[in-house]
């Protein structure tokens, strides 16, 4: 064997620690394979954009973060399940309707039925993740396409969604929520404001403007940090954190990877993805209960369209859509960018159809990026 | 030499209507490299899927260690020692080495997996089989074909095998890298680990088989040690003689 230039193609220089068919990969390169670069690259982009085009319009003032913070929370919370999911290989299109669903349902339970809001907000969880465990255990089961048997569930769970409060209320949108909810603990989980003292001492030394009239009048504009975020942050930290540190993380990158080798070596392929069904499901429920105690309503219209937005954000972050890569931290980036320009848009004063299309092109974009990163992750030609 | 570690007997599988094991019996012992030869559609890929628990044989005993065995899953089977490595299953391309080589036994420490430990340790293994490695990140998809079948061979080494399965681990490699794997079966008999190998190319086989079992139609042909039998003989065995003599007469003998 003295040709060495018929290697293997890999790391494996027998007896040599080089070989020279390997080229030198440079740090930059490293970076460039990391899922959440996309998600990086757009992040910055999106603030120079907006910078220059809105950096006076108050986008960037206390108010205005604040304002796209919560929009990109909202995406952040639903894109973690979204993106686990994605990663374990499959694709939940009922999280929309999940959303809707779960609002109906706290409404239902807890003002309707005049249930304690903690009661109903629990009931509406297992509802919920039951549906999820049903959408995963279909997939897992039939072998079908989740891509299908979710996209059943979008329509099943909206049909649900309208008629319920329909046949029993007479009518789709339910108020009355945030009285029913008063003094509930569990209600206040999902709707208080933290570190208001910060905001009251940010108002006092002039950075935060203050109410100059109304019955709030004196009282900074921003009451504190909104559940909302707090929510977004602590999902976002442990889906990374389970994802990439822990053996369950290990296996959902495994079965999205190739279910069979997985199986082969004892991952129990079946029983992870069921649990990321169930936790998507439990990540639309967040939305819901956070968005319902703050309209104080609920509506059957409520989540349309959610589950693309869920996913788009989702490869913006870098997740590949066939599976077995991504990153739960890309995906809040890709919810970032998300917030920032529909929000930005808004601030810009342009037309916010044209936050379709900006979509449209991003996603285009994002997923040709993931193409080519894939391509140089496996050495696939 | 030794008892045998696994000994399979009258092993018959049938699936519905099609009987696709009618009677084959096999072992294997410590140390030793035993070739199950058969061509497409002999019965191979059933017997070594009954063999690592996949399948439920329909009737026959698999005795390991002496004692009767019925795996009921292949996690049975791998726990009870018996790996088995896939052609073309045996990585998760997307997945770094370490964490394909770890994968369903990460090293925990507390809530977390061991990071250190599990590279540290993958990368002293690799370095056994010769493989070095660039980093422990390495994507497995960047590993020819024979590299990934040699970290599945460390992997199973390192969790303790006793009998190492490998179906057709050599089928798609190219020369130099069939080479290379046929020199990893080698160091991992010669550790008393028992080798199953799988393969319908004979002059692989000859290089590092101890035993010969040739497989026909379900059934076993016989068995035959090193040195009782000439690649010829296998080769017809396996095509069923009559056929492929003519063939390789067409061919003016290269097959």
């Known amino acids: ?381 | 030499m030794a008892d045998p570690i696994v000994h399979m007997e009258n092993i018959t599988k049938h699936f519905g209507p099609v009987i696709a094991l009618n009677g084959v019996s096999f072992d294997v012992k410590a140390g030793e490299c035993h070739c199950l030869l058969g061509d497409n559609g002999a019965g191979k890929s059933t017997f070594i899927k009954t063999m690592s628990g996949v399948h439920k044989p329909t009737s026959g005993e698999i005795m390991f260690e002496g004692r009767k065995m019925n795996f009921a899953s292949p996690r049975d089977a791998m726990e009870a020692g018996i790996a088995t490595v896939y052609q073309d299953l045996a990585m998760i391309p997307l997945m770094s080495v370490t964490r394909n080589f770890w994968m369903g036994r990460e090293p925990k420490k507390g809530f977390f997996i061991d990071f250190d430990k599990a590279n540290s340790t993958t990368m002293s293994e690799m370095k056994k089989m010769g493989i070095n490695l660039r980093s422990p990140d390495q994507a497995v998809g960047t590993l020819s074909g024979g590299e990934r079948q040699t970290v599945a061979i460390a992997r199973a080494v390192y969790f303790g095998a006793k009998v190492l399965i490998l179906d057709e681990p050599t089928s798609a490699l190219g020369v130099r890298q069939t080479s290379n794997v046929l020199a990893t079966v080698d160091r991992v008999r010669k550790s008393g680990i028992g080798v199953v190998f799988i393969t319908h190319n004979v002059r692989h086989a000859m290089a590092v088989g101890d035993r010969f079992t040739v497989l026909n139609r379900g059934k076993t042909l016989g068995t035959a040690a090193r040195g009782e039998i000439t690649p010829e003989e296998l080769q017809d065995l396996m095509a069923g003689g009559q056929e492929m003599a003519q063939l390789e007469g067409s061919l003016g003998g290269t097959v």
């Open chain 1, 1 to 381: 064997m003295s040709d060495n230039g018929n290697g293997d193609g890999g790391a494996l220089a027998a007896g040599g620690p080089d070989d020279e068919r390997i080229k030198k990969t440079g740090g930059l390169r490293q970076w460039l394979i990391r899922p959440e670069l996309g998600g990086i690259v757009g992040v910055i982009a999106v603030f120079i954009f907006f910078g220059v085009l809105a950096g006076d319009s108050g986008m960037f003032n206390a108010q205005g973060i604040m304002n796209w913070s919560q929009i990109s929370a909202q995406f952040m919370i639903i894109a973690v399940g979204a993106c686990m999911l994605m990663v374990a290989g499959e694709f939940d299109l009922s999280v929309g309707s999940m959303i809707g669903f779960a609002g109906i349902s706290i409404a239902m339970f807890g003002v309707v039925w005049g249930w304690p809001m903690w009661v109903a907000i629990l009931i509406t969880f297992a509802i919920c993740m039951g549906v999820g465990a049903i959408n995963g255990v279909i997939v897992v089961r039939t072998g079908l396409p989740s891509f299908i048997v979710t996209l059943a569930f979008l329509f099943i769970l909206r049909g649900f969604t309208i008629f319920i409060p329909q046949t029993v209320e007479n009518r789709t949108i339910i108020g009355g929520i945030e009285e029913a909810a008063e003094g509930d603990w569990l209600a206040a989980v999902f709707n208080t404001d933290l570190a208001g003292w910060l905001f009251r001492w940010l108002a006092d030394i002039g950075v935060v403007d203050t109410f100059s009239r109304g019955t709030r009048a004196g009282e900074p504009v921003i009451s504190g940090i909104p559940m909302l975020i707090v929510w977004a942050f602590v999902l976002v930290i442990i889906g990374h954190v389970v994802l990439t540190r822990t053996r369950f993380g290990n296996w959902i990158f495994a079965v999205g990877g190739d279910a069979q080798a997985a199986r082969y070596v004892g991952v129990p392929v079946d029983r992870v993805k069921i649990i990321m069904f169930m936790t998507t499901a439990f990540c639309a429920t967040v939305f819901a209960c956070v968005q319902v105690f703050e309209f104080g309503s609920a509506a059957a219209d409520r989540g349309i369209l959610k589950e693309f937005e869920a996913i788009i954000a989702v490869v913006i972050g870098g997740a590949l859509l066939t599976g077995g890569y991504g990153s739960v931290v890309g995906a809040a980036l890709g919810a970032l960018i998300f917030g920032v320009v529909q929000q930005g848009l808004f601030f810009a004063d342009v037309e916010s159809s044209l936050f379709r299309v900006f979509l449209g092109v991003i996603l285009l974009f994002a997923v040709i990026l993931n193409t080519y990163i894939r391509r140089i992750i496996t050495g696939e030609r």
